[in-house]
């Protein structure tokens, strides 16, 4: 056995002691019977480009309230179990829909990476690149994903520790909020 496997798979008696707060969440999480669901099969993520990411927006009144209802719903989301948390998440991610817009393409310019290579890795990590005139929905959306996504993660995961599940939440929570600042539309509660 190699030093490298003896990280990855130590004897019962070499393992060090966990602390309580590493401690897995199995008695909490509510584990799923591992079935992924339409949308964890076809998962990709909506970005903007970094360069077209507002650091503030302007939003209708309509879109405001829009806006609003979609974050406070995700925050809703992030204080649910696991598995109805997805639930609410995909529902919303349907109710949200795609913005309007089109691909876009990764300028490659003063990149060791030619725009082929960009598009194949984008394509290898299921992202979406894209130019729109709602980047609120678009930023809101590429959220949604990524909290569905990890959230899935937790629903799967049998040996999570409760600590970095809760961090992970606290940071979609601060994100979430950053969008609210972003478009204008706190407080959410």
């Not at 966990?18 to 799923?32: F, G, H, K, N």
């Not at 019977?33 to 998962?43: F, P, Q, R, T, V």
């Not at 030619?114 to 709602?134: C, I, K, P, W």
Request: net charge negative.
């Amino acid at each position: 056995m190699t030093q490298h496997q003896r990280l990855l798979d130590p004897a019962p008696g070499d393992a060090p002691a966990a602390s309580p707060i590493d401690q897995p969440l199995r008695e909490t999480v509510a584990l799923s019977d591992g079935k992924l669901s339409g949308l964890e099969n076809n998962a990709w993520l909506d970005l903007l480009l970094p360069d077209k990411l507002p650091a503030e927006t302007t939003l209708t009144t309509a879109e405001r309230n829009r806006m609003h209802s979609v974050l406070r719903t995700l925050l809703e989301a992030l204080e649910l179990d696991h598995a109805a948390s997805v639930r609410k998440l995909e529902a919303l991610l349907l109710e949200l829909g795609k913005p309007d817009g089109l691909p876009a393409a990764v300028d490659t310019t003063g990149l060791p990476l030619t725009a082929f290579q960009a598009s194949d890795y984008d394509r290898y990590f299921r992202v979406n690149r894209l130019t729109t005139g709602e980047p609120a929905v678009a930023m809101a959306r590429s959220l949604i994903q990524t909290v569905h996504a990890v959230t899935a993660l937790f629903d799967r995961g049998k040996d999570l520790p409760a600590i970095h599940i809760r961090r992970q939440i606290e940071g979609f929570v601060s994100q979430t909020h950053l969008l609210a600042r972003t478009f204008g539309v706190e407080p959410l509660r």
